[in-house]
């Protein structure tokens, strides 16, 4: 069984919930984030941290920031200092938390743009991860993440589990920076009619239950 809390004593766990649907409410993704929410909530000493992706999307990589990144801070223009600032807490945020919960729904059989473009910005060599002379390290340890995914068909098993082009891509951006210990809760067939999307739905929400908090 999963636990939620994983700190040091007399630490209080943080948690860094980023959503990345552009549904709003319709989200079955972030109903599923707001399910955990809640469980987290009535446990004191929690602290919660939400970046919503959908709502507030962070701009794509461009030239301009990648040239950024690897620049001199005194040769930055004021744009590109905004976008390396932006770029450093989103990191600060990743490395405050113990647990890092990612919401999504399947896109075209891929992680959404919204999600990919927040991986952009925290992997970011010498900060989240390094190279060595054995290959790259991950350099945020010690952490756990919850993967919320909402699918239309079923990816978890069957013949389309090798069409499931985010869940493995986003245990490798996971893993590339260290984070390893990674659960997944899927609600999925919610294409397949009314019955079988409030079964997906009442799947995930029960497994969610099952989480230990404590």
């Known amino acids: 069984m999963f636990a939620l809390t994983h700190h040091t004593e007399n630490q209080m766990p ?57 620049a001199p801070a005194d040769a930055l223009d004021s744009v590109q200092k905004a976008q390396t600032a932006l770029v450093t807490t989103l990191i600060d945020e990743l490395k405050a938390a113990d647990t890092v919960v990612l919401s999504a729904g399947m896109y075209n059989f891929g992680v959404p743009v919204q999600l990919k473009t927040w991986f952009d910005y925290v992997l970011q060599a010498g900060r989240t991860f390094r190279y060595t002379a054995s290959g790259p390290e991950g350099l945020v340890k010690g952490k756990r993440a919850i993967l919320l995914v909402a699918t239309g068909s079923v990816y978890s098993k069957g013949p389309t589990a090798t069409a499931d082009f985010m869940v493995p891509h986003l245990k490798q951006l996971l893993s590339f920076i260290g984070i390893t210990d990674v659960t997944v809760v899927r609600a999925e067939g919610l294409a397949f009619g009314p019955d079988a999307a409030k079964a997906g739905l009442e799947k995930a929400a029960a497994e969610i239950r099952t989480l230990k908090t404590a």
């Open 14 to 70: 943080k948690f860094l919930f980023v959503q990345s649907s552009i549904r709003g409410a319709a989200s079955v993704s972030g109903q599923l984030a707001a399910s955990l929410k809640e469980q987290l909530d009535v446990i004191p000493g929690n602290e919660i941290l939400e970046r919503n992706l959908g709502g507030n999307p962070l701009p794509v990589l461009d030239g301009a920031l990648l040239d950024a990144l690897f």
